[in-house]
């Protein structure tokens, strides 16, 4: 678990843990979610209260990913990669300043 350490950003080390299949970013001050897409064994990801202003294309290569946990972050509108997101049962999005779904 990586939350609540100040993080720029993720740690390209991650990508190193392919089986993992949860992780936990929140509160850090993050503006993207680069190299999590790589890791493609992921369930759950929480990167709640960060700086995310966007939800990045390349997780929809999360197709494992069953619970994205995206509040209190900046993020305006929504990929429509998330749609194909099958998987996906639970997305957290309470606390953004959402004008476009």
Known sequence: ???GLDLPQIPQEISEFHM???VDVARNILTGLR???VLTSLTHLNAANNHLGEV???LHLLTNLQ???L???RILSL???IRTM???SKLALDGNPLQQL
Do not use: G
């Open 79 to 81: 990929v429509a990669v």
């Open 56 to 58: 990045e294309e390349d």
């Open 1 to 3: 678990h990586l939350q």
């Open 35 to 37: 190299p999590l897409h």
């Open 20 to 22: 993992t299949t949860t």
């Open 67 to 69: 619970f994205l946990d």
């Open 71 to 73: 509040s209190h972050n």
């Open 86 to 88: 099958t998987k996906l």
